[in-house]
């Protein structure tokens, strides 16, 4: 059998100086003993995966909500895909593939029903309640409602996955790492989460954009990363008729255009700082880690292209405005009337531990997409059944 010990010096002889090692773990908030055959960080991956806000994401929206169709991205998927990501990255690197992994899969748990746009309702309904966002919303998660171990509520995390999360950041997340030495960057394997994660939307919004036949090929032609993949095909910058073929190469060599990318400048980075440690790494103070200058450009004109011509486009507007009517309604009707919660929820509040708005902010929030939407036609529909 392969021990933890075994894993650990498996981990002290290949991975690189930078890379975080399993044994040098912060440890956990509440002292427990470790798996015989699993380091701390595979541990943590696993707790995540066996959650039920893991579980929720299948049923959450990325960009489209899930009746939409069957092969768009939902919130599990493109969870998966950032692990994937992070893992690729990690190990052409040298650091901890299962602490990147751990990070990765528990970034997004704290997403409400209907993506950002469910996200940017929320934080208005709770506006004077503490507000709402997600990252914050993971944490709570992870550290207290998740409810599956007589000795300590949460997932009684270590330090670095936690670390990793509060310092997830990315251009929609809200970085508040209080309590996780703020002043200091978080480890590398927390870095290579963010790029994966912005890879993964990046490219994966491209495709279902493409696929839903809402973003024009003629406009991507005019764009720089797009004309660098067909140069690199062989491929004219315009084409009439995009097969599912043509669309699937198309973001195959541009998620592996990105990966390159950001492998190579950010080993650059560590060899031009004299990185030799985990500590280098943290004491730089910013991220080391990231996509050369020139691919961040090609990056910021396709986001501002996605965000004009798919973010914004009738049918994705359609649905948020629906998800504004059937959040806010909720919302209302539960502050209104709390008794019309689920009896623990109402227990929640009962208890006094937490603002009843809180309470429900949480309830809400931990929705598929599904379960709201039955929700909304349960309360406000005289002809479902309650």
């Given at each position: ?7 650990e ?5 290949f991975?690189?100086?930078w ?6 773990t912060r ?5 427990e003993?470790e ?6 960080y ?6 995540i995966?066996?959650?039920t806000?893991?579980?929720r994401?299948?049923?959450?929206t ?11 991205r939902?919130?599990?998927t ?7 990501l992070?893992r690729t990255?990690?190990?052409a690197?040298?650091a ?11 970034h997004d ?5 209907f993506g ?8 208005m309904?709770m ?9 914050r919303?993971?944490m709570?998660?992870?550290?207290k409602l998740?409810?599956?171990y007589p ?5 009684n995390l270590?330090?670095?996955v936690?670390e ?9 997340d809200?970085i508040?790492a ?6 200091l960057a978080?480890?590398?394997e927390c870095?290579l989460a963010n790029i994966?994660d ?5 490219t994966?919004?491209?495709?279902d ?5 809402i973003?024009?090929?003629a406009d ?7 004309q ?11 084409l009439?008729?995009l ?6 190469r198309?973001?195959?060599r541009?998620?592996g ?16 700082h004299?990185i030799q440690s985990v500590?280098d ?6 991220n080391i880690?990231?996509?050369?200058p020139e691919m961040r450009?090609a990056?910021a ?12 486009s009738?049918r ?10 059937i959040?806010s ?7 209104r009337?709390?008794?019309m919660l689920?009896?623990?929820?109402q ?13 429900i ?9 599904r379960?709201?939407i039955?929700?909304y036609?349960r ?6 059944r309650?």
């Amino acid at each position: 059998m392969i021990s933890r010990t075994m894993l650990e010096e498996r981990e002290r002889r290949f991975l690189s100086p930078w890379g975080m090692k399993s044994a040098d773990t912060r440890g956990r908030v509440y002292p427990e003993d470790e798996a015989e055959y699993r380091t701390p960080y595979q541990k943590d991956r696993d707790r995540i995966v066996h959650t039920t806000a893991f579980r929720r994401l299948a049923y959450k929206t990325q960009v489209f909500v899930y009746h939409e169709g069957d092969h768009y991205r939902n919130r599990l998927t493109h969870t998966m895909e950032v692990a994937q990501l992070g893992r690729t990255l990690a190990r052409a690197l040298g650091a901890n593939e299962e602490l990147t992994e751990a990070i990765c899969l528990a970034h997004d748990l704290g997403h409400p029903p209907f993506g950002h746009t469910g996200e940017h309702i929320l934080n208005m309904l709770m506006a004077h309640h503490g507000g709402f966002d997600h990252q914050r919303q993971t944490m709570r998660i992870v550290e207290k409602l998740e409810r599956r171990y007589p000795d300590f509520p949460g997932l009684n995390l270590t330090y670095e996955v936690r670390e990793g999360l509060v310092k997830h950041d990315t251009d929609y997340d809200v970085i508040n790492a209080e309590g996780y030495e703020p002043e200091l960057a978080g480890t590398l394997e927390c870095q290579l989460a963010n790029i994966a994660d912005e890879l993964a939307w990046n490219t994966s919004d491209l495709d279902d954009g493409l696929y839903a036949g809402i973003l024009d090929v003629a406009d991507l032609a005019e764009q720089p990363l797009w004309q660098r993949v067909m140069d690199s095909l062989g491929l004219p910058y315009y084409l009439p008729k995009l097969d599912s073929l043509t669309r699937a190469r198309i973001i195959r060599r541009l998620v592996g255009i990105e990966m390159t990318d950001a492998v190579e400048y950010t080993y650059a980075q560590l060899i031009e700082h004299n990185i030799q440690s985990v500590e280098d790494v943290r004491i730089l103070g910013r991220n080391i880690a990231g996509f050369s200058p020139e691919m961040r450009e090609a990056n910021a004109v396709q986001k501002r292209y996605l965000y004009e011509h798919f973010y914004l486009s009738y049918r994705v507007m359609r649905m948020a405005t629906k998800a504004e009517m059937i959040l806010s309604r909720l919302f209302e009707a539960y502050v209104r009337e709390p008794r019309m919660l689920p009896p623990d929820t109402q227990r929640k509040i009962e208890q006094g531990d937490e603002e009843m708005h809180r309470v429900i902010c949480d309830y809400m929030a931990g929705m598929t997409d599904r379960y709201a939407i039955q929700e909304y036609n349960r309360l406000f529909d005289p002809k479902q059944r309650v």
